[in-house]
């Protein structure tokens, strides 16, 4: 079998979003539970709509990170524990590849659909349409490098056993740049600003995590597999 | 210059050298500190602005100053470990996160301390104590990981993985932490360059730095041994050392 | 001498913060002391337990 590189992307892709599509409890548990995280605070605190419009981009953040780390667990796990990762190993391809379009595929079905609720959500704070706008591309641009940043510690700690809690002790203080970025631009966006500069910054940091994480996931996998 | 640097690096030879090098790092160290310490509650003139307040910069800065540097050493060992596959580099890396840790945890109280007279609040989610906190995140995740292996090498490498991925981070979590504060204000130590500190409160902070430094090192070389007779467990030389401790610890 | 101890009023701040900073210095001394003690102790259990033969400590 003799795969080019965009080949191998591609069948990589498309047999972990079949996988993924066998179990529609994987796609639907983090968008629940990102709808669960932002409704918990319009009950906790105040349904007043300034109070909500002024808390919402912070809110639906921190709601989209959670989410994001909730659903890293899975990423490598069931490939260990089948032995697919054991093969992938021993491909003549640079596994940094593999683990991209593995990454690329998580997303899909799980941050994907987070962000395309999180309008939704939005609109359940008053939050207006413009500010709304720079939410849907903040969370467009920032959540696959949330995702990426994840694939390192879901590589780490994939030999582990328990490793729910860990994992977000380890990923989620590499994750706060994305998390600050991402939260004001849709705040300046909602105080009328110009959100541009925020979101050149969270692009900068897409195309960092893009360059850096796959190979470091490639190697923490491989240690991970010994 | 090579052949000592490989005899610098082999375990034995640096468990010796570690082992004897301790009471020279951390005797000067105690000195300088008590020396820094006296230059600056006593001898350093009162800051015209705030007051007796400002002497907390002699353990504030110093200690912020070795939680960032304790975590590029960290790093940079780790990453060393991981390229050449050095376990005495990995020793070092174990070694650093705990003492790197503590020294995060002090300035940040001793921040919020300086903070009480200097804003009226002990806290404040300004720059400075916001990075500290976010390092001490990145210090506990990292020995959070380390303690999660059974098998020291496994845990060595992908603990290596997670302080690489860390340093390529903390310049990226400072700046994104300034421009999130909106306003800037940069480290006290950028104070040297500017003429307003005056030459009697410098020294003692200079002193204290210096000696904060050898105390790390002091500390880190004890550190370092332990981690380099586990991992050379099953070694010779390791295992004479084990089984004759008090006679090499006479010895040197 | 009180006045000294006093710090212009600052008191309450500066000597908790070199106080605790004392405090860690000591921490981190006792720590890598024992953790090397306890890191000598425990191989050397392991020592004996394999080779089975008694070392003489």
């Known amino acids: 079998m003799n795969l080019g590189l965009g080949q191998l992307f591609w069948v990589v892709l498309q047999r972990d979003l079949m996988v993924a599509m066998r179990r529609w409890s994987d796609i639907c548990n983090p968008v629940v539970f990102f709808v669960l995280v932002v409704s918990l605070f319009p009950l906790a605190l105040s349904p007043r709509a300034e109070f909500l419009r002024a808390l919402a981009p912070g809110v639906l953040w921190i709601a989209a990170l959670l989410a994001a780390l909730l659903s890293l667990n899975q990423l490598f796990r069931a490939d260990i524990e089948d032995g697919t990762m054991e093969q992938m190993l021993t491909l003549p391809y640079p596994l940094g590849l593999v683990i991209l379009a593995k990454t690329l595929a998580h997303w899909l079905v799980t941050g994907l659909p987070v962000v395309a609720v999180a309008p939704m959500l939005a609109i359940t704070y008053h939050l207006p349409a413009d500010a709304i706008g720079v939410l849907l591309l903040s969370l467009l641009i920032g959540t696959p490098t949330l995702s990426l940043l994840g694939s390192i510690g879901a590589a780490l700690t994939a030999g582990l056993r328990q490793s729910g809690v860990l994992l977000a002790l380890m990923v989620g203080p590499l994750m706060l740049p994305v998390l600050m970025l991402g939260a004001r631009a849709t705040d300046i966006a909602l105080g009328g600003d110009d959100p541009t500069g925020p979101l050149y910054l969270l692009g900068a940091l897409l195309a960092l995590a893009l360059s850096l994480a796959p190979p470091a996931a490639a190697v923490a996998i491989r240690i991970s597999a010994d | 210059m090579w052949t000592w640097f490989f005899q610098l690096a082999s375990p034995p030879h640096f468990y010796r050298m570690a082992g004897s090098l301790v009471p020279w790092l951390l005797w000067p160290a105690l000195l300088l500190i008590l020396i820094g310490s006296w230059g600056g509650l006593v001898l350093a003139p009162a800051d015209y602005q705030q007051g007796e307040g400002y002497r907390i910069i002699y353990v504030h800065v110093p200690s912020s100053y070795l939680s960032m540097m304790v975590y590029v050493t960290m790093a940079v060992a780790a990453g060393i470990g991981l390229i050449w596959r050095i376990k005495l580099a990995h020793a070092v890396a174990a070694s650093c996160a705990p003492v790197g840790a503590t020294f995060t945890a002090a300035a940040l109280i001793t921040g919020m301390l300086w903070g009480k007279p200097m804003w009226g609040t002990y806290w404040q989610w300004e720059p400075r104590l916001t990075s500290e906190l976010i390092l001490l995140f990145l210090y506990f995740g990292y020995m959070s990981l380390r303690s999660a292996f059974n098998d020291l090498n496994q845990s060595d490498r992908a603990s290596a993985v997670l302080a690489l991925a860390g340093v390529v981070n903390v310049p990226i979590i400072h700046f994104s932490v300034v421009w999130w504060a909106g306003l800037h204000q940069g480290p006290s130590i950028s104070k040297i360059d500017a003429p307003s500190i005056a030459f009697e409160m410098l020294w003692p902070l200079l002193v204290m730095i210096l000696g904060f430094t050898l105390f790390f090192l002091g500390v880190l070389a004890m550190r370092v041994r332990g981690e380099v007779l586990e991992r050379e467990f099953h070694a010779r030389w390791a295992q004479d050392v084990l089984r004759g401790a008090n006679r090499v610890e006479a010895a040197g | ?57």
């Open chain 3, 1 to 57: 001498m009180s006045e000294f101890l006093a710090m212009g009023g600052y008191a309450k701040y500066v000597w908790p913060a070199f106080g605790i900073t004392a405090i860690v210095l000591v921490i981190n001394l006792l720590a890598a002391r024992r953790q090397l003690r306890q890191t000598r102790e425990r191989l050397q259990l392991r020592l004996v337990r394999q080779s089975g033969r008694k070392v003489n400590i």
